[in-house]
């Protein structure tokens, strides 16, 4: 059973893989590729929903990742919360609304879900504690 610490780097290491995946997607519709962009998004998609249950899964097991947190690492989990749970909620909507092109959806979402992301990524990479 990893640590907790172990744990944190783990996800860390799993959505930076999948923030490339996302950029990527996005680099792909700057060159006109909508398709390429709808195949890199449904990998990232899964990739995403398995990592997320994964987590959740060791969280139920028992490795009680947050038992050493510091009060300032509690405080950075709770903000980390804050952007990880909506964008977690949007990513259904984000996929649904791309496979069926509602493009009037799906856009103006999609600068919510990248904002969401962008918060994401940079409270949990760079502000929880790893060791
Ligand atoms: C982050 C910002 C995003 C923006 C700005 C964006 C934008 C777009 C645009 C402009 C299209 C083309 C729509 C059309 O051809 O009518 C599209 C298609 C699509 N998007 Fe996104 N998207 C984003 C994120 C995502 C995410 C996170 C997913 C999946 C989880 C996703 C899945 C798809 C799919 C499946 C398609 C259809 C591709 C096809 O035509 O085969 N997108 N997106």
């Known amino acids: 059973m990893p640590s907790g610490p172990q744990i944190i780097l783990i996800l860390k290491v799993l959505v930076s893989a999948v923030t490339v995946l996302l950029a990527a997607s996005l680099v792909a519709l700057a060159m006109k590729r909508p398709r390429l962009h709808g195949r890199i998004n449904l990998a990232f998609f899964a990739l995403t929903i398995t990592t997320v249950f994964g987590f959740e899964l060791l969280l139920r097991l028992g490795t009680d990742v947050t038992s050493q947190f510091s009060e300032a690492a509690r405080d950075a989990l709770r903000v980390h919360l804050y952007f990880a749970v909506p964008s977690a909620l949007l990513l259904p909507a ?36 790893h060791e």
Do not use: E, Q
Not at 122 to 129: A, C, D, E, M, Y
């Open 94 to 129: 984000m996929l649904m609304t791309g496979l069926k092109r509602r493009r009037a959806i799906h856009l103006p979402l999609g600068l919510l879900f990248a904002a969401l992301w962008i918060g994401t990524f940079v409270t949990g990479v760079f502000f929880l504690p």
